[in-house]
Nanobody, 114 residues
Framework: QVQLVESGGGLVQPGESLTLSCAAS????????MRWHRQAPGKEREVVAV????????HYGDSLRGRFTISRDDNRNTLYLRMNNLQPEDTAVYYC???????WGQGTQVTVST
């Protein structure tokens, strides 16, 4: 049974940083491309970042490159998203996904506010 459990969200002020984690189990994590998505209130879900198996290739949504970094630890079966210089428009629920298995986590809330 595939399980994806996100953690690390919270309330931060503009300019601060957060690192999200996605603990994966029930499948051969190291063999799969992984994605982070986010969904802000009243908006469609969007792709934040993608990482291929072994982490040799990464891709980011428009305007996120340079502030967000996706990474993975295949020994820990964990996906990460480091988010720097967070802004109010980054407020959203962040989800991890295994696209080829169509499996999603439950999401973790990130709120950026003064």
């Amino acid at each position: 049974q595939v399980q994806l459990v996100e953690s690390g969200g919270g309330l931060v002020q503009p300019g601060e940083s957060l690192t999200l984690s996605c603990a994966a189990s029930g499948f051969a994590f190291s063999m799969f491309t992984m994605r982070w998505h986010r969904q802000a209130p009243g908006k469609e879900r969007e792709v934040v970042a993608v990482i291929t198996p072994t982490g040799d290739s990464t891709h980011y949504g428009d305007s996120l490159r340079g502030r967000f970094t996706i990474s993975r630890d295949d020994n820990r079966n964990t996906l990460y998203l480091r988010m720097n210089n967070l802004q109010p428009e980054d407020t959203a629920v962040y989800y991890c996904e295994v696209p080829t298995l169509s499996e999603w986590g439950q999401g973790t809330q990130v709120t950026v506010s003064t």
